[in-house]
């Protein structure tokens, strides 16, 4: 296991730096207004990120995007918003608006899938996902270019066989591909050393000879220069790459999940206290300048912002009954001869 | 026109279409010696080993690798070496390939094919003989053809490769070097989706796929002889089917037979059955009859039992006969 | 003598080649010693000896190909040979029905079905197996499986009608009592109607097959003991023949004849009228052009052919005669398609000549000559005798003066041409003179004509027939 450097403040920085914060904040706003929502009643399900914000955007800024593929897995509200899917396409989803983009309403909300960021389709089966992005990366290394994918799963997904086939495929070629594993220590109710013998996903890396690196999941600078590093490593040729972040869900596996049924208050409120943003926050105040003022207005904005995405998307048209017919096959005509 | 062996067709597919692609790959076991049935025999040292890949033993990457593929612009073709194996890869056939487009509502198209050897007949027991098409005809979102010649099995398979959607090809291994016949060298497709009438006649009707589609046309000859005449029709793909020529078919005699080497219950032709049911009712003459295996697990491999197991010639017309008579 | 054949090393090969005998004519052989080196597309294997003994002769020398099962070589052997026991084994296989725990005597039931035919489809249908394994039966496609259960000799399957059937019965207006059946129990199929469609004189029931007919309502399997299955009323059993009379069975044409008959006789109120023609210029214009016509048409010349015409002229005048009664009101066609009726062995037959006021008197005649010849060798087919709108009789053939025909159920009225005869009638001036007449008779349906309405069409027609004259051209 490789430590993660500590981070170092660079004022050049400064500006990525606020960036993502503004995403931390939208991702968390989002997925806070996504929870509510479906207890008032008006979102069938939700799934959402607090807790994962510095994880996911932290490594999400890393990303070339619209070159590299991205894989993410359902929680991740906070890689979908960093890469700039909007607070209103998000909630397109949540309420299975026609327009929503990653399925037209069809799959649940957070099945994320953008032809155009390079965003691939995925089920709700855990782990399917991973031979895909070893197929990807194969691709890009066979036709010569310079891509990383980078799929995105929970430690729970390490226990399946399709992340172990995947893995051990990619190592075998030495594919261009970043496993990146958002550590939260729970699989909906079960707890890590139920779901592997390991103490860390990143000695899984071990078995298949590649590299595999645990970092500080809350701390969005560590993350960020990690997940940049190894991406980096990646398209320069250097083999497939297992990053594990270490952080924390702070509400239940999704909206149909009661989380007071496995773990205790305490650890919560431990966690609580650990709250990446305001980590973040702490950091940016006492290192980069940001004030009380602008930070409260930031947030207040964050909050408009959201609160009109709701509106607009709520409002949306839903999708025709019959529109549940198409694209079983693609339509129009096919080609037959070359 | 040369005479070509059903192994010979396919792999003549293979090698046109991978040198009309660039980005084509054949992937699977034991494909760069040339596979266990040496589909693929020489291809490795004309496209190399970046193309013509021998994947890790694992059945659900070979398929989910295939999906990453045609992702990022490549045409995948996998082999899963025995149809009997494909069952740890049903999750990325069905959950992933089948739905991809449905899923991201056309932002996606999934163009991998799957090919897989299937059948019996050839002593392969319980893990090298199974018929598993039925279960993957029903999903929606795949296609699923098996051709019962060479022409077919090189047409469909230009097809297969050339097609947006997933497309499972079941190659029968009892065919590969028993059948020959003229096969045209260069390009040309045999259509998914389209049955082929193999044979006209008015006494009854015949409806089979792969190697039984054989077995029912010698069978028909042999009818024929005797005075009865019977229409067969090979169905070539079994998801989605030919309605239009299934029906028509049926209605030319009023009198079906469905043969297939699949079990019985659930099998292909159930679905043929409750078709002709359904839409021919006025001119059925007769209970439509499926002739298929057995409901067990698979064939013995002690010769007797596999004879039991499955239909053939002899049991293809005397059934025939019975039909003919009603 | 044994024989080596080429073995089958599994997997799709079909056929190899010998590469090189390792042993040779004369040798002796021992047990699992190799013998042969044969090469496939996939393997090149060595095979071991089956049996001790000698090698007489190579019948496939190196280099060869043979497929699998081809005879490689001739051995004397020493000891008896691993004979097969295949054979055996597949009796056993077949007869003992498999010792496991699921096997139920279905099994062995699915099995020897598969031989046995009408036995098994008793079987089938008694034993229907009730259990989920026994799906064996109906897997293999043993005759048993789904067959119709058999019906005792003699009985035919009448009434249980195949959709097919039904609706080409209905399309076609059949009886399908009057089919003949090819099916099994005489089941009538759909090639059974097809052909009956064509030929209807020969296809249709033969008299033997009216004994025991089971009727519709009888459900399959149960009524097999001959508790009163509904017989016609016709049955034969009723008497017995005695010296001084026979009993002719009833045909389907008779059948039908008699049905509709009474069907007609008891559902129409028939009026009858007769006229009286003069028809010596008729006559005369048929002796004088008969041989010409003959030597240029090619047919007789007979009588009908103007009788036909002055009718359906008439006709054109009086729409009313061509039509018929319904409840919903008088269905009047109009075209005139005239039956004619024509007697043959078999019985009454009407087939139709369509369109005859479109028809010249050459036209008719040569249509009249086919119909007839077609009727007498039983070739009519179904368009033939469908769609009369109106009937003539030519009663006159047998020499009759007055009939009271029986309208054709479907039709208004019906008209029969009697003899000709010459008769000495009172002409206008006074005088008496030797005139070639006959007779037309009329029986309408009442409820679709009047008796003023007929009359007019009767004189419309006598009026037609005295038109004729011995100078006109007769095309």
């Given at each position: 296991m490789v430590r993660a450097r500590e981070s170092r403040p660079q004022a050049a920085a400064g500006k990525l730096h606020l960036l993502m914060y503004r995403d931390m904040i939208r991702s968390r706003e989002l997925s806070d207004r996504m929870f509510a929502l479906n207890r008032q009643g008006r979102a069938a399900f939700a799934v959402t990120g607090q807790g994962h914000e510095a994880a996911q955007v932290g490594s999400a800024y890393a990303i070339k995007r619209g070159t590299d593929w991205v894989l993410p897995y359902y929680r991740d509200v906070g890689v979908m918003i960093a890469l700039g899917m909007t607070p209103h396409d998000i909630l397109l989803g949540l309420f299975a608006k026609a327009g929503d983009p990653s399925s037209g309403g069809r799959q649940m909300p957070?099945?994320?899938?953008?032809?155009?960021?390079?965003?691939?389709?995925?089920?709700?089966?855990?782990?399917?996902?991973?031979?895909?992005?070893?197929?990807?990366?194969?691709?890009?290394?066979?036709?010569?270019?310079?891509?990383?994918?980078?799929?995105?799963?929970g430690e729970g997904a390490t226990s399946e066989g399709d992340f172990h086939e995947a893995v051990n495929f990619a190592a075998i070629h030495k594919l261009p591909v970043v496993f990146y594993c958002e550590n939260n220590g729970y699989a909906i109710s079960e707890s890590s050393e139920k779901?592997?013998?390991?103490?860390?996903?990143?000695?899984?890396?071990?078995?298949?000879?590649?590299?595999?690196?645990?970092?500080?999941g809350n701390d969005i600078i560590a993350v960020h220069q990690t997940a940049k590093w190894n991406i980096e490593e990646c398209r320069r040729g250097r083999g497939p790459k297992l990053i594990e972040a270490k952080t924390y869900r702070l509400v239940p596996h999704t909206s149909s999940d009661d989380d007071r049924r496995y773990r205790p208050r305490a650890e919560l409120e431990e966690w609580i206290k650990r709250?990446?943003?305001?980590?973040?926050?702490?950091?940016?105040?006492?290192?980069?300048?940001?004030?009380?003022?602008?930070?409260?207005?930031?947030?207040?904005?964050?909050?408009?912002?959201?609160v009109a995405a709701v509106e607009s998307a709520e409002r949306a048209p839903d999708p025709a009954p019959e529109d549940a017919l198409r694209y079983v096959f693609a339509e129009g005509e096919q080609p037959d001869a070359g | 026109m040369p005479d070509k062996s059903y192994i010979e067709a396919i792999h003549?597919?293979?090698?046109?279409?991978?040198?009309?692609?660039?980005?084509?790959?054949?992937?699977?076991?034991?494909?760069?010696?040339?596979?266990?049935?040496?589909?693929?025999?020489?291809?490795?040292?004309?496209?190399?080993?970046?193309?013509?890949?021998?994947?890790?033993?694992a059945e659900s990457s070979i398929v989910g690798v295939s999906i990453g593929l045609a992702t990022n612009g490549c045409v995948p073709v996998a082999e899963i070496q025995f149809a009997d194996f494909a069952y740890p890869a049903f999750n990325q056939l069905i959950s992933e390939a089948a739905k991809w487009r449905y899923r991201s509502n056309n932002g996606w198209g999934c163009p991998i094919v799957v090919r897989a050897p299937f059948g019996g007949g050839i002593r392969g027991a319980l893990y090298h003989s199974q018929s598993i098409e039925a279960m993957l005809a029903h999903v929606p979102g795949l296609k699923v053809v098996a051709p019962s010649t060479p022409y077919d099995a090189k047409g469909l398979l230009k097809a297969a490769i050339r097609d947006p959607d997933p497309v499972v090809y079941f190659e029968h291994k009892k065919a590969y070097r028993l059948l020959k016949a003229d096969v045209p060298d260069g390009d040309f497709v045999v259509p998914i989706g389209k049955a082929a009438l193999r044979r006209e006649g008015g006494d009854l009707t015949v409806i089979s796929y792969g190697m039984m589609a054989h077995e029912c046309l010698q069978a028909a000859e042999e009818l024929a002889a005797g005075g009865i005449d019977a229409t067969v029709l090979d169905l070539r793909t079994?998801?989605?089917?030919?309605?239009?020529?299934?029906?028509?078919?049926?209605k030319r005699t009023g009198k079906v037979l469905i043969v297939h080497e699949d079990n019985l219950t659930g099998g292909i032709g159930g679905e043929v059955a409750a078709i002709i049911a359904e839409h021919a009712f006025d001119y059925l003459d007769a209970p439509v009859r499926r002739l298929a295996a057995p409901d067990v697990p698979a064939m013995p491999f002690n010769a007797p039992g596999e004879e039991f197991f499955m239909p053939n010639r002899e049991k293809i017309a005397a059934a025939m006969r019975d039909l003919a008579a009603y | 003598m044994t024989t080596l054949n080429m073995p089958d090393v599994g997997e799709s090969v079909t056929e190899g080649t010998v590469t090189r005998w390792l042993k040779h004519e004369g040798d002796t052989v021992v047990l699992d010693e190799p013998l042969v080196e044969i090469e496939t597309e996939k393997v090149e294997v060595e095979v071991p000896s089956p049996f001790e003994g000698r090698l007489v002769r190579i019948l496939v020398q190196e280099g060869e190909v043979a497929a699998v099962g081809a005879a490689l070589a001739e051995f004397e052997v020493a000891a008896p040979a691993a004979a097969p026991a295949r054979t055996e084994s597949r009796e056993q296989g077949a007869g003992a029905a498999p010792a496991t725990a699921n096997s139920k005597q279905q099994t062995a039931k699915g099995a020897a079905a598969g031989a046995a035919g009408a036995e098994s489809r008793e079987q089938g249908a008694e034993g229907a197996p009730a259990t989920a394994n026994s799906k064996q039966q109906t897997a293999n496609g043993a005759p048993g499986s789904g067959a119709a259960p058999a019906l005792p000799e003699g009985l035919r399957r009448v009434g249980r009608y195949s959709p097919v059937v039904l609706k080409l019965a209905e399309e076609h207006g059949i009886d399908l009592a009057l089919v003949r059946g090819s099916g099994i129990d005489g089941r009538v199929t759909r090639q059974d109607v097809m052909r009956y469609l064509e030929n209807p004189m020969a296809y249709t029931v033969p008299p033997s097959a009216e004994a025991g007919v089971v009727g519709v309502s009888a459900p399959a399997p149960a009524p097999r003991a001959a508790a009163a299955p509904p017989r016609p009323a016709a049955a034969p059993a009723a008497e017995a023949d005695s010296a001084d009379e026979e009993l002719v069975p009833l045909t389907a044409t008779r059948r039908t004849i008699a049905a509709r008959m009474l069907e007609a006789h008891q559902s129409v109120p028939v009026a009858w009228m007769a006229v009286e023609a003069d028809v010596t210029g008729l006559v005369q214009l048929r002796e004088a052009a008969k041989e010409r016509f003959l030597a240029d048409e090619g047919v007789a010349l007979t009588y009908l052919p103007f009788f036909v015409q002055a009718i359906a002229g008439a006709l054109r005048h009086h729409p009313a005669l061509n039509a018929r009664y319904t409840a919903e009101g008088i269905r009047v066609h109009h075209r005139l398609h005239l039956g004619i009726a024509i007697a043959t062995d078999a019985g009454l037959i009407v087939p139709v000549i369509r369109d005859a006021d479109r028809k010249s008197i050459s036209g008719l005649a040569r249509e009249l000559q086919e119909l007839g010849e077609k009727a007498r060798t039983r070739k009519l087919g179904i368009d033939d005798v469908r769609g009369g709108t109106f009937t003539i009789d030519n009663t006159g053939a047998f020499g009759s003066v007055i009939s009271q025909p029986i309208i054709p159920p479907g039709q208004a009225a019906i008209i029969t041409t009697e003899a000709i005869r010459r008769e000495p009638r009172v002409a206008g001036d006074g005088s008496i003179a030797a005139r070639s007449v006959m007779n037309l008779c009329i029986s309408f349906d009442h409820r679709a004509l009047d008796g003023a309405e007929a009359g007019l069409f009767m004189r419309a027609v006598k009026q037609n027939l005295e038109a004729f004259r011995a100078d006109q051209p007769v095309y």
């Open positions: 957070s099945h994320w899938s953008w032809p155009e960021a390079r965003v691939v389709t995925r089920s709700s089966v855990i782990a399917a996902n991973l031979p895909h992005a070893a197929g990807i990366a194969y691709a890009s290394k066979l036709r010569g270019l310079k891509e990383v994918t980078i799929a995105y799963f779901q592997m013998s390991v103490l860390h996903v990143a000695d899984r890396a071990k078995g298949y000879d590649i590299s595999g690196q645990t970092v500080d709250d990446p943003i305001d980590r973040f926050r702490k950091r940016l105040m006492e290192e980069e300048g940001l004030t009380e003022e602008d930070d409260a207005a930031m947030r207040a904005e964050i909050k408009a912002e959201i | 003549d597919a293979l090698v046109e279409e991978m040198d009309r692609l660039p980005t084509m790959l054949v992937l699977g076991e034991d494909i760069q010696e040339g596979g266990v049935f040496r589909v693929t025999d020489g291809m490795l040292a004309r496209y190399g080993a970046g193309r013509v890949l021998d994947t890790p033993l079994l998801a989605p089917l030919d309605r239009d020529a299934i029906l028509d078919a049926a | -």
